[in-house]
């Protein structure tokens, strides 16, 4: 008797927990369906791309871009309320992934944090402009990562994986490398919506699928671009100190005010991984490439080749989290290195402050 009450009991509590997990999951989509039907308040950034390119719902999209440019433009089928919406939460993941200009924070950008590591990356670190990079002609800049350039490229060899990838496993792959994090699954929401912002730009700015545009990706910069003087920590340690320390701090730490990230770390737990693209013991071209086109801020393309080989060599070198492939001794060093580096560099810069003053005086 005892055995058949157990037993009843045992069925009983296994109903209960199945039954509340399934409450569970029906309360969870019901909030996710919420999500997608509300409107979207969309970050300053997001609102005036978007305003630019005339986004809006109706049977029918004409390009503002491609109206100014050409002088004329093509017909194409319009959005619906549906597609706007997840247009703007794409570009609003893109922009803000940590959910810092949102007024519920990262509930309203798919809780995307969850797939990063650290508190200051955001996709427009690397895809600047929320993906679409331009000069105050309008001209699309050689190297800016143009999100809209990389989804028509559609499949694409990628080098670190040695597979075709679509853009959306591409996606994936940033969220590993360049976001030191985890991978989101290829439906997951935050992956659907910034492909639907990413296929809007393509539209917008009149993209043709399986082209190749010279804002896709970065313009790398091989050694053979330069007078092959060799690359130089101390000179790149040198030209950080006086071209990217004010933006990216002294020691390549960023710049957060008020909680919002002003300018992203390049080194410490908030920066990319090991596994980075932007690596550069990885694949020694690219953050140069990155650099010359991109930096600083205002002045891009004022860097010799050579100088953002050297730049690119010595953040190379700083302390940041390890990646996938380097095992639990790699990260384990890399950890202590980013415990101790920063308080003894402090430390000796105020030395060497000190007796730079005392020199003077």
Known sequence: MRTAHAKILSIGLLVSVLGGLYLVAV????ERDALRQAAVALTPACKEKLHDYALAPGERYRSPYLLKRTGSSRTLRGYSEDDVRAIERGCNVFDDVQGQLAKNGPRERWYASRFVRGTQTTCVHCHQRVGDKQDAAGNRLV????LGASWVMADMYDRFTGMLLPHEF????CYINSSNGFKPNSADDVIRDVTAYSRFLAAALDLKIGNRYPEQGMDEIPASATLR???DYVRGAYLFRHKCASCHGPQALGTVADGRVLYPALAGPNSFSLDSRMNFAKVNTVMSGFICRNMPVGEEGSLANQDCRDIAYYVSTLPRPAGDLQGPLVAAWQQLMMTVMPPLTLYAETLAR??????RN
């Open 170 to 173: 591409r996606q994936m792959q």
């Open 143 to 146: 190297g800016s990562n143009g």
């Open 229 to 231: 003087r060799g690359d």
């Open 354 to 359: 000190s007796d730079t003053m005392h020199a």
């Open 27 to 30: 309360k969870k989509h019901a």
